[in-house]
């Protein structure tokens, strides 16, 4: 499995490329971004999905003409999954950048398996940053979306937003392999373990 990340808009967010021999995804294509259209593109003999951590602008902005261009669907957890629809949900209405109303065409529950080609990704439901943000475990790498990053939390300032739900939350986090690498939303990778030994706002 190849995992690229493309850093992505004015917030700097960490869009995700993974692909196999057999599957291709993209992680939160919240802005334009030419390279994410021609990874798509190029992958059209590949099962293809965007697959969305949560509901916030900066995540999901570019997902619905992404998939409009590239004939691929758009997965994201049943909680966030109003958001995108919802312009003050998905804050764009507060940062000044309104988007298009659109839907997902899968909406994923905590616990599930979803598969991909030959990838599969376990869905797990971590509130707090949103309240139905989620994170993928693939393999021995986890998609943290806002919820964790390396040495920070998500914001919890916003509709939605729970430190207390984000917290047990991340402790759910906590309880998975220590070797286990974390690409996050925003900002560099870690792995749980030093998130657990580290992380000044959450400790394991
Ligand atoms: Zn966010």
Redesign the pocket.
């Known amino acids: 499995m190849e995992i690229k990340a493309l850093v992505l808009g004015v917030l700097d967010v960490n869009c995700y490329l993974v692909s196999t021999e057999k599957a291709a995804v993209v992680i939160d294509p919240g802005f334009r971004s030419v390279e994410a259209l021609d990874f798509l593109k190029n992958a059209k003999d590949k099962e293809r999905l965007i697959l969305l951590t949560?509901g916030?602008f900066?995540?999901i902005g570019y997902a619905d003409e992404l998939a409009s261009l590239t004939d691929t669907k758009i997965a994201i957890g049943e909680f966030d999954a109003p958001a995108l629809s919802e312009n003050t949900v998905n804050?764009s209405a507060l940062f000044g950048a309104p988007l298009k109303p659109f839907c997902a065409d899968i909406i994923l529950a905590d616990g599930q398996m979803l598969n991909v080609g030959d990838i599969e990704f376990k869905v797990i439901h971590t509130p707090g940053?949103?309240v139905g943000?989620v994170c993928y475990l693939c393999g021995d790498t986890l998609f943290s979306?806002?919820t964790l990053f390396a040495g920070s939390i998500?914001?919890t300032d916003?509709p939605g937003g729970s430190f207390e739900a984000l917290k047990t939350s991340i402790k759910k986090l906590y309880t998975s392999n220590d070797d286990i690498t974390l690409l996050s939303?925003h900002g560099g990778s870690s792995t749980i373990l030093n998130e657990k030994r580290h992380n000044p706002f959450v400790r394991g």
């Open positions: 949560h916030h900066d995540h804050l940053h949103t943000g979306g806002d998500g914001r916003f939303g």
